[in-house]
């Protein structure tokens, strides 16, 4: 417990630092620097700002350590820890203005791969609530000082679930027959445009269930356990069932088997 708490600690006064520097540069006025993987793809000047800040302390901190960040790649480490960074999860909300987006911060352990790390503590920071949430593995996950639980099951209405839409357009017909086949256990659905606070949500009980196809690594890497660790289920479709690009799914135990069915079709 102690290094999952200490990586914990490090990576909440790393989210801070690095997620006032996001709101102060959002005041500022946002600048797109590129597209990536298709036009909607967008990064910021801020974005790179942003991980160059988490990387500084990273390496000053934890030199040995291992790094896995959207904007600048992967570098293997000397040591069994790898950080995976989403500096600005939700680039399409903050370069809008729409106060959801949060910086990801996620210590595993392990091969630096989804299908074989495990996560030990997490950290997801909304700066335009600043709500902070994290967990250390075997200590279950918070916001601030407040304990986190996931809904055991939906309501009789049907569950609250949260899902996504990927940037490459040639995807969305996919995406929407995935919805069209998930509705059935839903209420509603929420569209809020960040991965990790979509877990995070999950985790604080705010929704029912989150699930999306295209998520990368530093998208679900610290969200993933705020759910786990707070009674939830995370799956998907990477081997062995873990989430992954292919899909995520996250919600409580008893709807879990049912919206991972109804997702993967
Ligand atoms: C985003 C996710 C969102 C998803 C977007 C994108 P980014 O991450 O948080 O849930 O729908 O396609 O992957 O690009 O803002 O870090």
Known sequence: MGLAHDLEALAIDIAREAGELARVRRTEGV??????????DIVTEADREVEALIRRRLRTERPDDGFLGEETGAERGLSDITWVVDPIDGTVNYAYGI???AVSIAAVTGEPTPEQWEAISAVVFNPASAELFHAARGDGAWR?????????????A???LATGFGYDPATHAGDLERVAR????????????AASL???FVAAGRLDGYFERGLQPWDHAAGALLVTEAGGMVGGGGLGGTASSALSVA???????RLLTAALG
């Open 251 to 257: 919600c409580g135990p008893l709807l879990f088997d």
């Open 182 to 193: 998930v509705m059935p256990l839903a209420r509603d659905l929420r569209r809020a445009g």
């Open 144 to 156: 601030g000082e407040q304990r986190l639980v996931v809904n055991a099951e939906p309501s009789p």
């Open 31 to 40: 600048a797109i620097a590129a597209t990536k993987s298709a036009l909607a």
């Open 158 to 160: 049907g569950a609250l």
């Open 198 to 200: 979509d877990f995070a």
């Open 99 to 101: 106060p959801q987006y």
